[in-house]
């Protein structure tokens, strides 16, 4: 089962290299991803064993992010379809300073979209740290052309920061590798395996000097990935120059997959009674991320940006939410599903507004519920949900992090918590409330014709499920989400 | 104190303008030419000492002064460096300082009787020439305290002594950055290329040279004396390094000492041949080199 | 044996001071390229200097990556950007030059605080393993051409590499392939990019890079 999580889309990504035709194509991809989302689903009512001596393996973290993943990529792929029938082929005109470019083949950009998905599915596959590195790498990589597929100077500017700064984040990860194999290794006797399994029975043999600098590089390092302030410097400008499908994608699952990795170090840590630590580090980075993403939303002109910052904000909330543990790692656990969610949508919704405006700018965009009425339905909806107005889900797991800080007498954090986010509520509110309503400016055609299935749905769905999500909570995931939560020291 | 030491200072005094010759050998060689006789630098030194110098009116004392303790200076700090199988004349705690300060007090007085001349040129050698030298003191000077850290001696004498074939086993790294930090330290501080050019006779571009044009006569002669007799000092102390051959006999000692130094020649003679002068931005860079090897040799042995 | 690991540690370190000091693209390359084979030879003297064959075989792999291919694949793209030296960088060589020495001196003094609970071979193999590290960082982070930006990168992979070796009998070949892997991709597609930025921008400055703020 687990080879076949990973093969399907490699394989898949090797044919839409070969094949020539668009639409033959297009069926792969999505079937690929309906496959894939399919044995994921399987995956939750059999477990499917462990291969290659444990260093595979499907855990209950594992797979909560998978399912995440999953869940997102095939809303993505659906809408991918949309999205790459509307993009011209020939070279276009860019549209904020007039220069000409290409975009990136076909072919190309979605054998690297399924790549990225066969190495994000590894990430939350991998129980050896060693191997979650690589595959950690292997996302980079992957995603470097996917931010590059509009070819012009703006993408390639912001690729070019995304490959530095996560190369070098990285590589800093590696080093916390390093640091983790040096606390794992014994004088005499046999050194403890980088498998997680292994790391956390032995947890009270390790090094502690070493597993804490360990800890604190790959905070750092997978950090930077994560986007946590002031690590999060190439995450604006990659979100807003890729196309809006790969925004999604980047926000709503590689963020979450830079979280998982961070999650396993933090398991070590705890099982080393070393979760003080790592849990006051957390809170830290947490905090900065949400208020430095609160700076940068109040004087947002760009609404891809904003959107970006909102993430940087997410993943702070999440780190956060872990760092206090008890019930908030069970907050964090449900706001990792629900943040996803939203963002994918909130992310279809503006690549629709982006096509139909040609603009970035939230200024010049009004009217949008008159121009293409469902997706200014959906964009209000979308901004009810990311600043956590209740029903949606966001507003139950932010909520339930506030709580717990409450239970556990962190009033401070706590305050500082809640007043950002009233913040961010303000200035989000501004500027989307000002994009959806009000008088088209001249000259926006009445485009009903460029909202199909493809790029409605998609976002629909994805909202619709995080409305649910604030109602109910199946009980299925449920205990799943408690299990996570336990794992990574909450309840 | 070993009276017999003072042998040093003859040698010094006999042999040091010696070493002139054979680098101008070496380059003539490179050059394909025949070149000037070996002991050239002698001949030129005699026939200044035979002739009147020329002073101009605006000149005080100091002028005249300079080459006279300069070379006085160089020479008295040849009485702290130990030479082949002899130790120095002096050894005291601390004496490499007053070694270093000593040749500092030489080239003070050089720059004085330079600014004396009023010479808009003669200063801006002048300026140069502290320049440079304030760069390269520091890197020869933590040098020296890497060579004190790592022999546990403070005196110059037992210093090199404290430095054999067997230090080279095992200290190899720092004694050779010491010795390539010393070997730029030799080259800044006797103009030699990279850091300027003994035979450019350009004023924009010199530094030693430049400052030594008024002088004529018996003074010049003083002053290539002088800067004859601190590249051998700086040269012994670096052969010092380089050739530690502490075999306890005389002969043995003294004669791999004098080969170094022979070596040392020919190798200065071979950069100058094969380099050119590095632009004058440029030799900051070189002597701060210098001074990060030196730095790193003694982080290496205080570890 | 000793000696020649702290031979090539002193020869790492200079090589790191050079890559501090020197301006021309084509001598940092080169210096790169040495620094490469000189970690090559590294596997072979760390654990003893026995005949390994597994060891050969990585060490010639990593002279010939490090020592061959990456400086060929950059001095390529240094000759079709056509850039040949760095100009006016963040900070000054001469500063950078005196701030090395100060940072190892740092890098002593965290080796000796964090003392490695294994049978060391060395114990200058840890801080100029930081050093490197330091060292590629700060040429990331001060210098404005792409191309001396990936050197700086590879600088920082050498530096995690070398303290790598420490482990190198303690943990399985994955994690030398990982960075073998890692380096040569890297360069690859920052290669690639370069590329690219120059015909877009027709430099390889990336301090012009800046129309995206905020």
């Known amino acids: ?491 | 104190m070993n009276l017999i030491s003072i042998a040093n200072s003859v040698l010094a005094v006999l042999l040091a303008p010696l070493m002139f010759g054979i680098i101008n050998r070496t380059k003539a060689v490179f050059a394909g030419r025949t070149g000037q006789p070996l002991l050239q630098a002698y001949y030129d030194i005699s026939k200044l000492f035979q002739k009147g110098a020329v002073y101009s009116n605006t000149t005080t004392w100091v002028f005249r002064a300079g080459p006279i303790v300069g070379f006085a200076a160089v020479l008295a700090a040849t009485v702290f460096v130990p030479f082949g199988g002899l130790p120095a004349l002096f050894a005291f705690k601390g004496d490499f300082v007053v070694m270093v300060y000593f040749l500092g007090l030489a080239r003070f007085m050089t720059v004085l009787s330079a600014l004396d001349t009023g010479s808009s040129f003669e200063g801006m050698g002048a300026s140069r020439e502290v320049t440079f030298s304030a760069l390269a003191e520091p890197s020869f000077l933590i040098g020296l305290a890497a060579i004190a850290k790592y022999t546990g001696h403070i005196s110059l004498s037992p210093m090199l002594a404290g430095i054999n074939a067997a230090s080279w086993g095992h200290a190899a790294p720092a004694l050779a950055l010491i010795g390539l930090a010393f070997f730029v330290v030799l080259l800044a501080e006797n103009c030699r290329i990279p850091v300027d050019d003994p035979n450019t006779h350009l004023e924009l571009t010199m530094i030693h040279e430049v400052m030594v044009l008024d002088h004529s006569g018996p003074d010049l002669g003083f002053i290539i004396y002088s800067s004859t007799l601190k590249l051998w000092l700086l040269g012994s102390v670096l052969i010092g390094i380089i050739v530690p051959v502490h075999s306890g006999i005389f002969l043995l000692d003294t004669v791999s000492s004098l080969l170094g130094m022979l070596g040392l020649a020919v190798v200065i003679g071979i950069i100058e041949s094969t380099m050119a002068r590095l632009r004058l931005l440029h030799v900051p860079q070189l002597l701060l080199g210098a001074t990060a090897l030196s730095i790193l040799a003694l982080v290496l042995v205080l570890r | 044996m000793d000696n020649s690991i702290d031979t090539i540690m002193v020869l790492l370190v200079l090589m790191n001071l050079m890559l501090l000091g020197l301006s021309s693209l084509g001598t940092c390359i080169r210096v790169v390229a040495a620094q490469g084979i000189t970690l090559g030879i590294l596997p072979l003297v760390i654990h003893g200097g026995i005949f390994d064959i597994r060891l050969t075989l990585f060490s010639a792999a990593i002279v010939g990556l490090k020592g061959i291919v990456f400086p060929l694949l950059l001095s390529w793209a240094m000759r079709d950007v056509n850039a040949q030296r760095e100009v006016e960088p963040f900070i000054g060589y001469g500063k950078s030059v005196i701030a090395g020495p100060l940072a190892l001196a740092v890098c002593m003094w965290l080796g000796s605080r964090l003392p490695l609970p294994l049978d060391i071979v060395s114990p200058m193999v840890m801080p100029v393993a930081f050093f490197t590290i330091m060292c590629g960082l700060f040429l990331i982070v001060s210098r404005k051409k792409a191309l001396s930006q990936v050197l700086g990168y590879i600088v920082l992979e050498n530096g995690i590499y070398t303290f790598g070796m420490v482990l190198a009998e303690k943990q399985p070949l994955l994690v030398e392939l990982g960075i073998l892997l890692d380096v040569f991709v890297a360069v690859f597609v920052m290669g690639i990019v370069i590329f690219h930025i120059n015909r877009e921008f027709d430099h390889i400055d990336t301090d012009r890079l800046s129309s995206l703020r905020s």
């Open chain 1, 1 to 491: 089962m687990i080879p076949a999580l990973i093969l399907v889309p490699i394989v898949a990504a090797a044919l839409s290299l070969i094949i020539r035709h668009d639409n033959l194509r297009r069926v792969l991809f999505v079937s690929a991803a309906l496959t894939h989302s399919g044995l994921t689903f399987v995956a939750w009512s059999c477990t499917p064993e462990a291969i290659l001596n444990g260093w595979l393996m499907l855990d209950a973290p594992g797979l909560l992010f998978l399912s995440i993943t999953s869940v997102l990529f095939l809303a993505a792929s659906f809408y991918a379809v949309g999205y790459l029938n509307f993009e011209k082929k020939q070279e276009k005109q860019d549209f904020e300073d007039g220069s000409f470019f290409t975009n990136t083949p076909e072919a190309i950009f979605i054998a690297c979209l399924l790549a990225f998905l066969a190495t994000m599915t590894i990430v939350t596959v991998s129980q050896h740290l060693g191997l979650l590195w690589v595959a950690m790498e292997a996302t980079t990589l992957a995603t470097a052309p996917l931010i590059y597929f509009h070819r012009h100077h703006r993408s390639l500017e912001a690729t070019w920061k995304y490959l530095l700064i996560c190369s070098v984040g990285i590589a800093i990860a590696l080093l916390g590798n390093f640091f983790l194999a040096v606390a794992a290794s014994k004088t005499g006797g046999q050194d403890t395996r980088l498998l997680l399994s292994d790391l956390i029975q032995q947890g009270n043999t390790l090094n502690v000097p070493w597993l804490r600098a360990a800890f604190l590089f790959f905070l750092v390092g997978y950090g930077t990935k994560m986007g946590l302030a002031p690590l999060h410097t190439w995450l604006p400008d990659a979100h807003s120059e890729s196309p809006s499908i790969v925004s999604a994608l980047l926000s709503g699952a590689l963020l979450n997959c830079a979280f998982l990795a961070i999650l396993r170090s933090h398991q070590v840590l705890s099982a080393a009674g070393q979760s003080e630590f790592s849990s006051s580090l957390l809170i830290v980075f947490g905090l900065i991320s949400i208020i430095w993403a609160a700076v940068f939303i109040l004087g947002q002109t760009d609404y891809k940006r904003m959107l970006a910052y909102s993430s940087v904000e997410h993943m702070g909330i999440l780190a956060l939410g872990v760092g206090v543990s008890g019930a908030a790692a069970f907050g964090a656990m449900l706001h990792v599903v629900n943040h996803s969610l939203t963002k994918g949508m909130l992310f279809f919704v503006a690549g629709n507004i982006l096509a139909a405006y040609k603009t970035k700018a939230s200024k010049d965009v009004r009217g949008i519920i008159g121009i293409i009425p469902a997706s200014g339905v959906l964009w209000l909806a979308g901004f009810a949900a990311i600043v956590g107005l209740p029903p949606f889900g966001i507003f139950l797991s932010e909520f339930t992090i506030a709580k717990a800080m409450f239970e556990q007498h962190r009033t401070g954090i706590a305050i500082a918590y809640l007043a950002v986010l009233a913040l961010i509520f303000i200035s989000m509110s501004r500027i989307f409330l000002n994009m959806a309503q009000g008088k088209a400016p001249q000259g926006i055609p009445a485009q009903a014709g460029s909202e199909t299935i493809f790029n409605i749905l998609p976002p629909a769905l994805l909202g619709v499920t995080t409305l649910i999500f604030g109602l109910y909570i199946p009980p299925f995931m449920n205990t799943a989400l408690h299990e996570v939560a336990k794992a990574i020291g909450g309840f």
